[in-house]
């Protein structure tokens, strides 16, 4: 499990879980001094953490983002 911090969100923790060759969003510690986490927040913050990791084209190429 890898712990995510971002600017947007700075009370909240973020947990990722790898899934085959990537990391995915498992759960959001969230605080409410942060603003509500959207879908678009959340693909953001899993396509960075992915990049971070060196994991960038195996979460762009995961089954859910195919035709």
Do not use: A, C
């Amino acid at each position: 499990m890898v712990r995510g911090y971002f600017d947007k969100f700075p009370h909240s923790t973020v947990y990722f879980r790898r899934i085959r060759r990537f990391y995915i969003i498992y759960m959001v510690d969230w605080h409410e001094l942060d603003p509500v986490i959207t879908p678009e927040d959340r693909e953001g913050m899993q396509l960075l953490i992915n990049r971070e990791l060196g994991r960038e084209e195996e979460y762009n190429q995961r089954k859910s983002r195919k035709g």
